[in-house]
């Protein structure tokens, strides 16, 4: 028996389901990159990558660690570091992980580095802003990429890509067809200057949905993968990956009047059935969830949130249902819950799947 009673269940089938999902919006010859940053989005980044690396051509971290835990455990993939710092471009080449370049400070590390060893065209990926104003070179930097690039045969750009602002938004459509356009005239500005033509990339998973039409060569998948259309139509075609699940410590009845939990935040009206299951606010159950914003499921039933989130614990109301130490509860199981428990928190799924903590168990499950 394993002493973690609160495991987070992955879904393997429906990962896939929802990678090849999106293959079928793509044209054939469209690659797609997986994105697997932040413990693939607080699931388990190198089982994610282990189950799609053949369905998908590239996979994309956010920090260099995140890449060298990749490859250490055996991923082959090209995997693309989306936030390198110039301390970590040793470790990037140690590891064949293959660095975006969004400014000339790094450029020029990197370049600097890939000459000492020497390397040989070695990949390297080059990052435009088109509006988010994160990371990115803007379009004037053009010229002087392309001259120090063409002074180089120790790097080979493999790719130019950037990020869009607001892809879900159907509100902003005007300001990211802008982006793209922006994002093409860059390119072909490059195309002509560089001497040959890396492939080129915008669309998050939004992107995909609202704009197919700039799938160019490759999209980038991430909250897709974990189930997440970001509106309601996509996300019913995609299934859910991320399950949240516990057991019942413990049952208390609760004597009108009396009270649970810190700060005495429930007060019983009414005979009450509470019960106790090992899973808080330092697992990622925001305390924004407690005096019944949130829910969790006993039996099939909802059973709320009573009190206040503790850090290891949360008290739910079950006086309704019919439940023992011991029985299961889930957390959540379906996007809409966890849609639900993000809009109680006013954030978004990304958030409550990526602040889940390590220190719940990860089981894949086949
Ligand atoms: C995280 C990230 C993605 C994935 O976005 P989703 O909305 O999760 O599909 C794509 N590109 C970049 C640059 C990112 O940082």
Redesign the pocket.
Known sequence: MNNHVTVLEIDANAVLHNVNYFKQKLQPTTKILA?V?AFG?GSEAIEIAKLVQNEVDYF?V?YSNEGIALREAGIDTPILV?HPQISNIKDIVTHRLEPNLYNFKILEAFLQYANDVPLMNYPIHI?FNTGLNRLGFWHTDIPNIIARLKQSNNVIVQSL?S?LAA??DVNEQEFTVNQINNFAYIVKQVYEHLGYEPMIHIL????VVNYPQAQFDMV?????LYGFG?TPNETANLKNTHALKSIISQIHLIQPGETVGYNRAFVASRLTKSATIPVGHADGISRRLGNKNGFVIVNNKPAPIIGNVCMDMIMVDVTDIDCNEGDEVILFNHQQHIEYMAHKCETIP?EILTALSQRIKRLVKR
């Open positions: 994105v940053k989005y994309a956010a989306l990052k890509f990020h892809s879900e998050n998973t939004s992107g980038r998948l991430g909250i897709g970001n990304y």
